[in-house]
């Protein structure tokens, strides 16, 4: 009752606090109580009291505050404290004579304090429910970084640039390479592309006698506006000078002067940049990235890159044969049917079921293409194989892919060190040899969901016609063409390195069932072993584990009866990867013992890594897909205590979803997009992602939600960028987003997406040395800043589009949806 009455008096208080240090406070406390009952002023009397206390204890801000904590010393207690926080104290102390509670209450409630400004949003949101707040943030543009044959050197001199008219006009250099340089402009003199200048280093030719009467002639590449009262103008040499003794001037006067002028390091760190977020996103994607080469004039599968998110879509194509289907359902007439279509990504959806006769799996598949143009078969094949267990929907995107996109090299120029060329290397042969016959990238996304089971069980169909099913059927190629199952080589992602060693092992799955076998290989934190026969566990099971072998080298540590989980069994039901099960607060024997065996036979154990089947296939197929991705990717930051979006990826090929991003481009900086919250729900990152995610680690799979997005183009200028969204996580009934969805028909556009979020652990830095280990040679700070941005990553969440096939369950109007799908193409089209 007495929280409630301060709550009441509120303002009061904050009015009396400011006379607090005041000798004649008592009197002023009267004069501004004197309405209030005897009650209430005993209870506003006993706070004042409360905040005039002097406090002993410390303030430490570290991971509280925005701004920069620093120690900061008051009669001799030290404290830690950003700027704006020091100013509070010193002010508060200045007021009330001493460091009481309210001096400390007032540093705890700074405007900068995390606490602090999530309470105000909160109480924003709940004030004005509809408002949202976009924010900056960074757009990746995947493959987008350029090897760079020589150093550029940050340098700028005087020149004189002759124009295409033969007007010369006074100029400097912003940068200068051998073969290159960019250039200040003033505005007054416009230039294009191609167009041949020749430049008078003035700068250099007053110190240095350099032999050029004639200038050196250079080719525009780009010109790049600015704010100022001039622009930058990218050049390269033609080199029709043909001038060697100029030439080794230039490259030995940038070597012999990088260290006083700053090489330029934007493509080296916008290539660290790039590559940290493609190693995060690449291993956590849930399509499966099936490659098709053309044999004989037809298209036929023949490798697919697989990952931890992906690989259970490979295994569901497979036969009683462990031979995979995809060359059958995915077959050189259907390919070439998509090929028609007009789009650079062709698209179509896929219903897939399995029928089992003698020991033997078929599969039986049909296109949505295929379905409209045989509606009398359409409910038969939907309704039978919706009742189905193996029932699937896939998402089918076709795009082209080219071997030559196999080979990125790194982002440094040769004269940063020997290993740069070394490095540089293209695939192997035997890895050449399967990529070159490579012609096209396909991308499967499972989007089976309840929802849509349930409304294809609805249709009725006749019992009669189920034979005529047969011509959806696939039969068995007696020598099926070779598919290659490529695993996506990435490193140093694991929490805990796996060292190779077999000991004896016995794995109690109860009280009455043991089985023995030995361990392939350990860490700290888990194993795995084989057992010598089909154990019958599965993953999530909680087993314990003894081993007999190793306590015979210690005495210290009992090693019977360890507790762990299963977290994955391979098909055989005989190699188990186990992991140990930690309650809170309470120390893990296999732990402690593994972790002081590893210490002390760092020498002797050897590390497990696993050797690729074809060596530089992974890295090959993994460029190639960089270089065309199609999806929307989204990356969560750590932002205080909660997440939010902080970058938004962009390949080679837009998705619709992107144009309602991209025309918020920031102007001034194309690596920047202003990302509109309203595409979620009001703190439902913040809120819901965050939490989710807290209790994942980056070994579970993504979690899985569907996300309505109502976009009113007439309503783009507004706050909310005009988009209004709901979001459900997988699984929950859609019903309730009926209205919601019809009323963007009738007024906008629609937009319904499948989100799969990934926790992603540690960012991979093996993958980015070469050049962080560049940056810091020249800028230790700026690699700093740039593992720290990449540390910063917390989750990563793939936007897969499912509209049209998520609709017709939804059983809105017909004519609704081909309007909204006429306006939606009609503004796509305005875009592009």
């Not at 705890?108 to 943030?137: G, I, L, R």
């Not at 543009?141 to 550029?152: D, G, H, K, L, Q």
């Not at 017909?814 to 939606?824: F, G, N, P, S, Y």
Request: with cysteine.
């Amino acid at each position: 009752m007495s929280e409630d009455k301060l709550e009441l008096h509120q303002d009061l208080i904050n009015t009396l606090k400011e006379d607090l240090g005041d000798p004649n406070f008592d009197f002023i406390f009267k004069q501004k109580t004197a309405q209030l009952s005897k009650p209430d002023q005993f209870l506003l009397k006993m706070e004042m009291t409360r905040l005039s206390q002097p406090v002993a204890r410390f303030i430490d801000l570290r991971g509280q505050v925005s701004g920069e904590v620093k120690p900061y010393e008051h009669d001799g207690k030290q404290h830690f404290m950003d700027d704006v926080a020091i100013g509070v104290f010193e002010r508060e102390v200045a007021q009330h004579g001493a460091y009481t509670m309210a001096v400390y209450e007032a540093v705890m409630h700074t405007e900068n304090n995390f606490k602090v400004m999530q309470k105000q949003a909160q109480e924003q949101v709940d004030v004005e429910p509809e408002a949202t707040y976009d924010h900056a943030a960074q757009l990746i543009r995947f493959a987008s970084y350029e090897s760079r044959i020589e150093e550029r050197m940050n340098y700028s001199i005087k020149i004189t640039v002759e124009l295409k008219s033969g007007t010369t006009v006074p100029a400097s250099t912003s940068d200068i390479s051998l073969s290159g340089s960019k250039i200040k402009l003033s505005k007054n003199y416009t230039v294009y592309p191609r167009n041949l200048l020749t430049l008078r280093l003035v700068g250099l030719e007053q110190d240095f006698e350099l032999g050029l009467k004639e200038g050196i002639q250079y080719e525009v590449v780009a010109v790049e506006e600015t704010n100022s009262d001039y622009n930058y103008v990218r050049l390269k040499r033609t080199f029709v000078e043909n001038n060697s003794g100029f030439d080794e001037f230039l490259e030995s006067f940038i070597h012999g002067n990088k260290r006083r002028y700053k090489i330029n390091l934007d493509n080296t760190m916008d290539a660290v940049v790039c590559k940290g977020y493609e190693q995060y996103y690449l291993p956590r994607v849930s399509s499966l990235f099936v490659f098709f080469s053309r044999i004989n004039n037809m298209l036929l599968p023949s490798m697919v890159l697989t990952n931890e998110n992906n690989a259970f879509i490979s295994y569901y194509f497979e036969d009683e044969r462990k031979t995979s289907c995809l060359y059958s359902v995915f077959n050189n007439k259907r390919l070439q049917t998509l090929l028609t279509q007009t789009a650079p990504v062709k698209e179509a959806y896929c219903y897939t079921f399995t029928h089992s006769n003698g020991g033997k799996i078929y599969f039986y598949s049909a296109f949505d293409y295929e379905l409209e143009q045989k509606p009398e078969l359409k409910s038969l094949f939907l309704g039978f194989g919706s009742e189905k267990e193996s029932w699937r929907v896939f998402k089918v995107q076709l795009m082209p892919s080219h071997h030559e996109d196999a080979f990125i090299p790194l982002s440094l120029p040769k004269s940063a060190g020997k290993n740069v060329e070394k490095l540089n290397k293209r695939p192997p042969p035997r890895a050449q040899g399967l990529i070159e016959p490579v012609h096209h990238l396909m991308m499967l996304t499972e989007i089976t969901t309840q929802e849509l089971r349930k409304h294809c069980n609805e249709l009725d169909y006749p019992q009669e016609s189920i034979n005529r099913l047969k011509e959806f059927g696939h039969g068995k190629a007696k020598t099926p063409p070779p598919l290659e199952k490529v695993a996506l080589e990435y490193v140093n992602l694991r929490a805990h390195k796996r060292f190779l060693y077999r000991t004896g092992v016995k794995l109690n799955i109860s009280e009455q069932l043991s089985v023995t076998g030995n361990t392939r290989d350990f860490s700290i934190m888990g194993m795995q072993i084989e057992v010598e026969q089909p154990s019958g566990v599965t993953k999530g099971d909680l087993v314990t584990v003894d081993l007999p072998d190793l306590q015979k080298i210690t005495k210290q540590h009992q090693l019977s009866e360890l507790k762990y989980e299963v977290m994955a069994v391979s098909k055989s039901k005989t190699i188990i990867n186990l992991k140990v099960k930690q309650f809170a607060n309470v120390p893990h024997t296999a732990i402690e013992f593994f972790t002081a065996l590893i210490e002390n036979n760092k020498d002797k154990l050897q590390p497990s890594e696993e050797a690729p089947k074809i060596p530089g296939l992974s890295t090959a197929l993994r460029n190639m897909v960089t270089k065309s991705i199609c999806q929307l990717p989204l990356y969560l930051h750590k932002q205080a205590s909660h997440l939010e979006v902080g970058a938004v990826g962009h390949g080679l090929y837009s998705s619709p979803l992107h144009s309602l991003l991209l025309p918020k481009l920031v102007q001034q900086n194309h690596q920047e997009l202003v990302f509109p919250d309203s595409l979620f729900p009001s703190n439902y990152i913040s809120d819901i992602l965050t939490e989710n995610l807290r209790s994942k680690s980056r070994q579970d799979k993504p979690l899985r939600f569907t996300l309505f997005i109502h976009f009113d183009e007439k309503k783009a200028a507004e706050a909310n960028g005009g988009i209004k969204s709901q979001c459900i996580p997988f699984g929950e009934p859609i019903e309730p987003l009926f209205l919601f969805a019809k009323k963007a028909l009738k007024n906008g556009v629609l937009f319904i997406c499948h989100l799969y979020v990934s926790k992603t652990g540690r960012p991979d830095m093996d993958h980015l040395s070469n050049e962080l280990r560049y940056v810091s040679h020249y800028a230790l700070h700026k690699a700093k800043g740039l593992e720290e941005a990449l540390w910063s990553v917390a989750g990563v969440c793939d936007v897969v589009d499912v509209t049209d096939v998520i609709l017709p369950v939804l059983r809105l109007d017909a004519h609704l949806i081909e309007r909204m799908q006429q306006r939606k193409a009609e503004w796509l089209g305005q875009i592009h």
